[in-house]
């Protein structure tokens, strides 16, 4: 097959956050772009402050602290599921307008059910080799120890919200369990409150979520273990994330891109994976996907298979957001592949606003939980979340806690998780109230 060695690589379309001026904006209406030009301003303030040092954020004046802490406000209604990623010295003496605004929007994630495997260590049982339902989390119950630490709650807080979702079908409860075993091990709370929600979740409505059984150790099973083992192949001496949090362009190289050619002027490539991300592994493959201009239809693309229409991608457009919206856009004439990203792009500020909430849950989830949080941290880093490394029942071997994790989580979230319009929290807790679907990317 006849491959490009070097092309046109067209700017990321979520890199213009911070140029309101980029052609990859055509895709916006006028509203848009003004709600846009000022959540990239407000974007651009946070992460210059999450850039500093622990010591210099400390020592920043009041007039400054309450300055980003309004900011940050901002970030949490724009993106709720930012909550589950605010590293836990920004919590610490945070302002009380804050503290409210985090608590409104953690409140939002506890009614939002995600795989536990995606905030844990990527052990996903294979449908065909296992019996029963992926085991589902509120993660943000699982930050209780840390709101109860800081006095976002207080133990009579901790009991009423238990009350709350007794008899709920959600399973927040469980989730709250959990919070609260890992607080009693930390010594934030004692027995006695633990025992009182323990009672609580004895007479909930819903059940205590069960884990899927392991059948069958299937060959790709068997090779994922073998590789978790070896780390992956991994050097940690010489491996090193490259710009995780972005901009991704910055981590792939014209010159040395491998790729095919498309059939027709109405298909553009969009790079993704790994190597774009800035985790790559030595002997990555490069991801490819097709996008087609006539159709809005997507398709992946690999040297085995060849060209594979993704057919539950073209029929909900919200899932292949992190393609359309974070994807490297390849191709020869610099005009025509900008103006199809602009057209791929525009069917998102066309949607409703479940369909926006789906859309930037997609770009998360694919961006953090999933890669990022399974793979990249623990291959640059040996020694994860210390504090949580023996707390069980909320994934204590995870990076989720791990304070660099979360503060390169929260930049992605403020950088590239907004779609030109605020959406209500009763949106959020109602379009995300438990949703898995497919993973891609």
């Known amino acids: 097959m006849l491959l490009w060695r070097t092309m046109f690589i067209a700017k990321l379309f979520s890199e213009s956050i911070y140029e309101d001026d ?8 006028k509203e848009q772009q003004k709600a846009t030009k000022r959540h990239n301003f ?17 020592k920043l004046t009041k007039t400054d602290k309450e300055d980003f802490y309004h900011n940050f406000s901002e970030m949490l209604l724009d993106y709720p599921r930012l909550s589950l990623f605010v590293p836990f010295y920004i919590l610490k003496n945070a302002t009380s307008t804050f503290r409210k605004t985090y608590l409104k929007t953690w409140q939002i994630c506890c009614s939002m059910s995600d795989t536990r495997e995606e905030f844990h260590i990527g052990d996903y049982y294979e449908t065909e080799a296992s019996i029963g339902e992926p085991d589902h989390v509120a993660k943000a119950t699982h930050l209780l120890p840390w709101l109860l630490k800081y006095e976002y709650l207080n133990t009579e807080e901790l009991l009423d919200l238990a009350k709350e979702y007794q008899n709920d079908d959600s399973i927040t409860i469980w989730g709250l369990l959990d919070g609260a075993v890992a607080a009693k091990q930390m010594s934030i709370i004692d027995e006695g409150v633990l025992e009182q929600i323990m009672q609580i979740a004895k007479s909930a409505k819903s059940e205590c979520p069960k884990p899927p059984k392991l059948i069958l150790i299937t060959a ?3 090779k994922w273990l073998e590789d978790r083992a070896a780390n992956y192949g991994i050097d940690r001496n010489s491996f090193n994330l490259r710009n995780p949090a972005g901009p991704y362009s910055n981590n792939i190289e014209p010159q040395e891109i491998d790729a ?13 994976g790994s190597r774009l991300k800035g985790y790559s592994r030595p002997g990555s493959d490069y991801d490819y996907f097709i996008y087609d201009d006539r159709d809005h239809k997507m398709y992946s693309y690999d040297k085995e298979h060849g060209k594979l229409e993704i057919d539950y991608l073209t029929r909900k457009l919200e899932l292949v957001s992190h393609l359309i919206l974070l994807g490297a856009w390849l191709g020869e004439d610099e005009e025509e592949t900008i103006a199809a990203q602009c057209t791929a792009a525009s069917s998102y500020y066309k949607m409703n606003k479940t369909q926006q909430a789906r859309a930037l849950f997609s770009i998360e989830r694919t961006t953090i939980q999933c890669r990022l949080m399974q793979k990249g941290f623990p291959c640059a880093f040996a020694d994860l979340s ?3 490394k023996n707390l069980k029942a909320i994934d204590g071997d995870s990076a989720f806690y791990d304070e660099r994790l979360r503060k390169t989580a929260t930049k992605i979230c403020v950088k590239y998780t907004y779609l030109g319009r605020r ?9 995300l109230a438990y949703t898995t679907p497919p993973m891609i990317g």
């Open 22 to 29: 980029s052609r990859a904006f055509k895709a916006l209406t």
């Open 42 to 58: 407000i974007a651009h303030q946070v992460c210059e402050i999450l850039d500093l040092p622990l010591e210099e954020f400390e």
């Open 220 to 222: 790709k099973r068997q």
């Open 260 to 272: 095919p050619i498309p059939t027709s002027k109405h298909e553009h490539l969009i790079l993704q």
């Open 386 to 388: 210390p504090e949580t």
């Open 423 to 431: 959406i209500d929290l009763a949106t959020w807790k109602k379009a």
